[in-house]
């Protein structure tokens, strides 16, 4: 069936570390990927997309890897700031947005 | 711009009542809006979606009876859990499609609504 999938629930980085979450989907099919963070109590923010005739995007601070032989995507945060701590869900777009399960990203100081 | 607003943010109610949760887009129209709810520590689960002027389209395993969704315009939506009861407790999150975006990141996500039943 379709879906998306975390390796790690809980991720913990020093500040100023990069960050990175991995995600592993199963649906073949699907061509375009989104990173979103959420904050406690808070609706999910757009972080960054790519389609699946990439293999990388960058944007300000973030960098989205997509590897479609082993259906995995990653997503890397330079230089990792207290700001930065939230739950990333890695999502698939066909008509709808699916999300996969998330991961914990906690900063130490 | 593309703000998703919900009203209201949190509610606590009795069990056996119904809830109304409004999802707004306020500077765009949408023609299709989503209902999500997320239960504590878990992922967000698509519950239905909203097609304006239409009838709503339910993921399977969602009541359509127990949460009556209404998408009467292109700038509104609303969920409501009727007989809600503790189980029903979660975050509900809503998104809306916007009809002008094109390829890309046209679906904006709301702030979410916390209903607690007791």
């Known amino acids: 069936g379709e879906s998306v999938g975390l390796h790690l629930p809980t991720l913990s980085v020093q500040e100023g570390d990069n960050s990175i979450i991995n995600c592993a989907y199963s649906n073949s099919a699907s061509d375009y990927f989104i990173w979103y963070k959420q904050e406690s109590g808070k609706g999910p923010q757009f972080i960054i997309d790519i389609r699946s005739n990439m293999d990388k995007r960058q944007g300000q601070r973030v960098t989205v890897l997509l590897n479609k032989t082993v259906k995995h995507l990653s997503l890397q945060i330079a230089a990792t700031q207290p700001g930065d701590s939230a739950v990333y869900f890695c999502a698939y777009r066909d008509d709808k947005i699916i999300f996969g399960k998330g991961t914990r990203l906690h900063i130490l100081p | 711009g593309a703000v998703v607003s919900q009203h209201p943010s949190r509610v606590i109610c009795k069990s056996g009542t119904s809830v109304k949760i409004e999802c707004r887009s306020l500077?765009?129209?949408?023609?299709?809006m989503f209902w999500y709810r997320q239960f504590p520590k878990k992922s967000l689960m698509l519950m239905a979606t909203s097609n304006e002027g239409s009838k709503a389209t339910y993921e399977q395993g969602v009541e359509k009876d127990k949460f009556l969704i209404n998408h009467a315009s292109l700038t509104l939506s609303t969920l409501t859990v009727t007989s809600a009861h503790p189980e029903d407790s979660s975050f509900y999150i809503c998104?809306?499609?916007?009809?002008?975006?094109?390829?890309?990141?046209?679906?904006?996500f709301g702030p979410g609504t916390r209903l607690t039943v007791l």
């Open positions: 998104s809306a499609r916007n009809v002008a975006g094109g390829p890309g990141n046209e679906q904006f």
């Open positions: 500077d765009f129209q949408a023609t299709t």
